[in-house]
Every structure is written in C-alpha cells, then in structure tokens.
C-alpha cells in the first residue's frame, strides 16, 4: 500500500536474501497500480554473494518485470545482478509490451553474475528480436558479476535448490543492441577466444558507426588469437573505443604487439585513453614502448600493465617511454 502511493524515483533492495520471484511479482504488482510507475526511474534488487547467501530471482522475476513495464512505468535502470536469470528471463522483461518498447526508454541493465550461460538457442534467437528495439540502451553489464560462479555455487551445492549458474557463453545476440551502446560490460565470463571473435564479427558487420566507447573483457580466458581478432574488428572503424579492459586475461607477447600498433595516431585504438592489461603473460615490452615513445602519440592517458611476466629492466624502459601516460607497473 505505501508502494502504491509513494512518487519514488529510486528503488533499491540490494542484498536482499528473502526476495523470491513471488515476493518480487508482488512488488511489481503494487509499483504497476500506484504513481509510483509515473515517476520510478531506478529498480535495484541486485544481490552481490556478499553475504554468505544467493540471489534467488529466476525467469518468473523477468515476467514480472515485464508486466509493470506494460503498465507504462518509466523505468531508465534495472540492476538484477547476481541472480538466475537465463537470456529467456531478460527477454520476458521486455518481449511483452504492447506499447512502445520498454528498451526505447531503459538506459542501463545490469544481468551480470546470472545465469546467461543456459540459455537456449530460442531464447537467444528471441532476445536478439526484442533487442532491436534497443533504441536507448546506453550501458549493459552481462559478465559473471564481482565474484567466481563455479566457485560460490559450488559450495551451496547441498544448501540451494536453485541450479548452479553459467556465465553468458555466446555473444552473437549482442549485434542490435551495439547501435546504442556506449558502454559494455562482459567482465569475469570466462569467455574465450571464440566468443571474442563473435563479439569482433558483430562490431565489425554492424552497419554504420557504432557509439561504444568502453568496453570490459576481463577475466575471460582470451589469449593472442582473440586479442587479434578483437584488433581486426576495430580496424573497420565501427567503433572507436576510450576504454579498453583486457586485464586477467592470457594474452601473450604477440597480442601485446598488436594492441600496442593500433594506439598510435593512425590506429583502430587511437582514440584510446585507457588501456588495461594487468594480469596477462606479457614478456616484452618493445612494441608497447615503441609506441608510447611514437610521436604524435594518440590520445592514450593511462596504461596499466601490473602482473605480467617482464622484469625490472623492462619495467623501467616502460618508464622511460611513457612520457606523460599514467603507467602502473606494481
């Protein structure tokens, strides 16, 4: 009842334990049938494993979802982290709507750390439907989330009877949506190289320039050969990233050298102001020197290169060539 009547813009329940998908239906029932829905901007029911437990919600949770949207409410963010939901369950959140789509007006979804790694194919072919009409869609986060899946599932095993959770695994339904946003978040989803390629294919075949400007690969298993892949696909000149995080990934000296040729001038990554390759395999350093020393140096503004495998004299030769680039080495 208070729900009904309030005119909240903000609504968080983060690390909320006891939110099932029935207890978040009968939200979603009392926002639809009060003035709340004329004026609720954020939805927050993200749970973070912080606390010795998991998130609960399941695909049921997107329906509800997807029915106050039907309602005409003015939701700009959902954040769902941390639950168990499937790429079927994103899609209900929006596939229902009679109106105008949901995601004309939605600018942030975070779906990070469910469980996007057992959907379907139907549902991947569905959210791919629903995602065309991505028109305002700014900023999605779709990686494992803050912490290890496997690893915390595993010990609710005999606790939960809720199914482990799998990371997203194939980014080909991704490709609508890159016409909105500028910033993608796929962090801590063990990926791999052939999923990198698929994301690579999709910049690369989309038609027109794209608005993505940041973008988190980290802590996915990609090695040299996605790297390069990544490296082709932004040659095309679709997008023209300012962000860039590869961090606790495999990459090797020759993935090294061939991010390090595409921030010069005249690079795909020119445009480039962060860079992140803490925690990979790198050895030498000359191709990353060599192009910090290049002149005129793109617009790359900081370098983060901390627990690879070169040493101290490699180490102060990236010193040596930064110049005004923010460098960390520790």
Same mark, same amino acid.
């Given at each position: 009842?208070?729900?009904?009547?309030?005119?909240?813009?903000?609504?968080? !329940?983060?690390?909320?334990? !006891?939110?099932?998908?029935?207890?978040?239906?009968? =939200?979603?029932?009392?926002?639809?049938?009060?003035?709340?829905?004329?004026?609720?901007?954020?939805?927050?029911?993200?749970?973070?494993?912080?606390?010795?437990?998991?998130?609960?919600?399941?695909?049921?949770?997107?329906?509800?979802?997807?029915?106050?949207?039907?309602?005409?409410?003015?939701?700009?963010?959902?954040?769902?982290?941390?639950?168990?939901?499937?790429?079927?369950?994103?899609?209900?959140?929006?596939?229902?709507?009679?109106?105008?789509?949901?995601?004309?007006?939605?600018?942030?979804?975070?779906?990070?750390?469910?469980?996007?790694?057992?959907?379907?194919?139907?549902?991947?072919?569905?959210?791919?439907?629903?995602?065309?009409?991505?028109?305002?869609?700014?900023? !999605?986060?779709?990686?494992?989330?803050?912490?290890? =899946?496997?690893?915390?599932?595993?010990?609710?095993?005999?606790?939960?009877?809720?199914?482990?959770?799998?990371?997203?695994?194939?980014?080909?339904?991704?490709?609508?949506?890159?016409?909105?946003?500028?910033?993608?978040?796929?962090?801590?989803?063990?990926?791999?190289?052939?999923?990198?390629?698929?994301?690579?294919?999709?910049?690369?075949?989309?038609?027109?320039?794209?608005?993505?400007?940041?973008?988190?690969?980290?802590?996915?298993?990609?090695?040299?050969?996605?790297?390069?892949?990544?490296?082709?696909?932004?040659?095309?000149?679709?997008?023209?990233?300012?962000?860039?995080?590869?961090?606790?990934?495999?990459?090797?000296?020759?993935?090294?050298?061939?991010?390090?040729?595409?921030?010069?001038?005249?690079?795909?990554?020119?445009?480039?102001?962060?860079?992140?390759?803490?925690?990979?395999?790198?050895?030498?350093?000359?191709?990353?020197?060599?192009?910090?020393?290049?002149?005129? =140096?793109?617009?790359?503004?900081?370098?983060?290169?901390?627990?690879?495998?070169?040493?101290?004299?490699?180490?102060?030769?990236?010193?040596?060539?930064?110049?005004?680039?923010?460098?960390?080495?520790?």
């Amino acid at each position: 009842r208070l729900l009904a009547q309030a005119q909240l813009r903000h609504l968080r !329940l983060r690390e909320n334990s !006891l939110l099932d998908d029935k207890g978040l239906a009968r =939200l979603c029932a009392a926002l639809g049938q009060g003035t709340a829905k004329g004026s609720l901007r954020v939805l927050d029911v993200s749970f973070s494993a912080d606390f010795g437990s998991s998130g609960q919600l399941t695909d049921e949770a997107g329906k509800s979802i997807g029915e106050l949207l039907t309602t005409g409410a003015q939701l700009q963010e959902l954040r769902l982290r941390g639950h168990r939901l499937t790429l079927g369950g994103l899609a209900h959140c929006f596939g229902s709507c009679s109106t105008a789509s949901p995601l004309e007006i939605l600018r942030v979804i975070d779906i990070s750390g469910n469980n996007l790694g057992a959907s379907s194919e139907k549902a991947a072919n569905h959210i791919l439907d629903v995602l065309a009409g991505a028109h305002g869609l700014q900023e !999605l986060h779709i990686g494992g989330g803050p912490v290890e =899946l496997d690893d915390f599932d595993d010990e609710l095993e005999n606790s939960s009877p809720l199914p482990a959770r799998k990371p997203v695994a194939q980014l080909c339904w991704l490709q609508p949506a890159l016409r909105s946003l500028t910033s993608l978040d796929i962090s801590r989803a063990e990926l791999g190289d052939r999923a990198a390629r698929e994301l690579g294919r999709a910049v690369a075949d989309s038609k027109g320039p794209l608005p993505l400007t940041c973008l988190d690969l980290s802590c996915n298993l990609i090695n040299e050969c996605g790297v390069e892949a990544l490296v082709d696909c932004f040659r095309s000149g679709q997008a023209r990233l300012r962000w860039l995080d590869l961090s606790e990934n495999s990459a090797s000296d020759e993935g090294a050298e061939s991010l390090a040729n595409e921030i010069r001038a005249d690079g795909a990554f020119s445009e480039l102001r962060y860079l992140a390759l803490r925690g990979n395999a790198i050895g030498n350093v000359a191709a990353l020197c060599t192009a910090l020393r290049a002149r005129p =140096l793109a617009a790359l503004r900081e370098l983060d290169v901390c627990e690879n495998l070169f040493g101290d004299v490699a180490a102060r030769q990236l010193l040596s060539a930064a110049g005004d680039v923010r460098l960390h080495l520790e």
